[in-house]
């Protein structure tokens, strides 16, 4: 029950909670992905600070071994108290695994032993959790194994040291004695190093198989991240079809003659808002079809309008698998012209459903093209030297008709040649001049500045000022993240993805994009370019 009642909850959800779901559940996963990576790395880093550990653990069991020879040769004391010193580096990782080993372990006392044993202070923690968490898996209790044995082997090195120590320093020293001595230490330093070799082999193959598992990991971690999304989007896109596809049935019904029919609503989406208001729209339709009962000739009037809906329907089916902006866009255009034609005949309920459905069609078209232009930025980023003089030309003529109608001045300077994506730079110099335009203040001329200049460091430096409405302070950073909107007046409403889109082009040509505004006096966005023209 808990988990059908989950996949409702998702079926209802809106279109852009649904997509931000998804991208959810994929941050989770690379999230996943990243911790994983992180910990191999540390552990990997801990088991080469081991095998580190013990190459300075030996070196020092081997320099101790070499000054006691000496010292048996020159009588020197300095030898032995270098002996004595070299073996400080042994006795300190025993020193270590005593505590580790015990019941109740010091780590401070833990951590000192290592650093007696010359490691390296940043490894230290890093050891000491290997040590503690992982003592179980076979490669790390082997090697615990033969460092427990080293230990125990080398053990009578300092004692027999402290014989030759004696004896030299005796009233009639033996070389006899002493040579016997040393076989005895000869004899431990060759046993040692073979639990030495043995030491860092074991490691080394626990280093390795830790890096195949990872790597396996790693693998299915990256295989789910993209299964998942295919899966997710493949659901949305499913559902929203769906909808469209029992709309078309209801619209097919009621061409038929069968004003009955209803569309049914899977979903509380903007799909399933969309079919329950065609079903309020049809009720509201056939209650006047009854009350009026024109005869014969305004019933076939009305068949005839049906079957251009249907038509037009077939049409939307057709598209909506490829393109989700065409048969919202027939669905508009039904509603616009059954407004118009049927005025007289549709009370004032009717006509607000039927403005309705125009609206939370168009606003469903626009957002459904601006996030598919989204999506699709830099899937096919062709860089090419580019004229923002041109470009901006063909901007402003494809705005010709919102900057009369807005009275607006647009003024430009000279802009550069640059290499970035064309149609891009198009996208970007659209939307800025777009918002200067859409945010005007009211009874004010808007006026939008364009122009740019060259850096020191060869970048170029792009404006857009605009004497509107301003931005608050606290606003500057939320604008250019996606589905941020921040005014909910009609005059002002959008998608909230036109500046989300402008910060992805930038940062697609290597620019950064920022925004300076005072409230009630205007709007400047800079931009930079970072690769200049290439003569």
Known sequence: ??????????????????????????????ALELVTLWFANSTLSSVRAFINGEGLWS????????????????????DYQQFLEFMKVPLGDHKTRMQLISTHPDIDSAREGFLEGRNHPDDIDGMLKLFTRFHAVSYIHKAIVLW???????????????????????????????????????????????LEDD???????GARWMENLVLRLLFCVALTVEI????LTISVSRNIQRGLNEIIRASRAIAGGDLKARATSYSHDEIGTLAESFNDMTGQYERSIEQQKKGEEALI??????????????????????DLQEPLRNITNFASLLEETEK???????????????????RLKVLIKDLLLFSRLGKQHIVELVNFNDVLKVVLEDMDLLIKENNAVVKAGQLPVLRAGKTEVKLLLQNLVNNAIKYRKADVTPVVEINAEKQKSGTWLFWVKD??????????????VIFQRLHNQDEYSGTGIGLATCKKVIELNGGNIWVESKLGVGSTFYFTFPKPAQT
């Open 467 to 480: 004497n509107g409405i301003g931005i608050e302070e606290e606003f500057k950073e939320r604008i250019f």
């Open 344 to 362: 007289d005949k549709l009370n004032p309920r009717s006509r607000n459903y039927l403005n309705y459905i125009v609206h939370g069609a168009e």
């Open 148 to 194: 427990t044995e080293a230990d125990s082997v080398g053990a009578p090195m300092v004692p027999i040291a402290a014989q030759i120590h004696d004896e030299i320093n005796s009233a009639s020293p033996s070389p006899e004695r002493v040579g016997q001595l040393l076989n005895q230490i000869d004899d431990i330093n060759a046993r040692l190093t073979v």
């Open 59 to 78: 070196k020092g069991e081997k320099d101790a071994v070499n000054s006691l020879h000496k010292y048996a040769r020159t009588g020197n004391e300095a």
């Open 199 to 205: 030491f860092s082999f074991t490691l080394g193959e």
């Open 301 to 322: 009037d009305y068949a005839k309008k049906l079957e251009q809906s249907n038509n037009s329907l077939e049409q939307f089916a057709y598209v909506a698998s490829h």
């Open 228 to 231: 998942s999304g295919l899966l």
């Open 1 to 30: 029950m808990p988990s059908f009642s989950l996949l409702q909850a998702f079926k209802n959800a809106s279109i852009a909670k649904k997509l931000y779901f998804t991208v959810g559940i994929m941050a989770m996963l690379i």
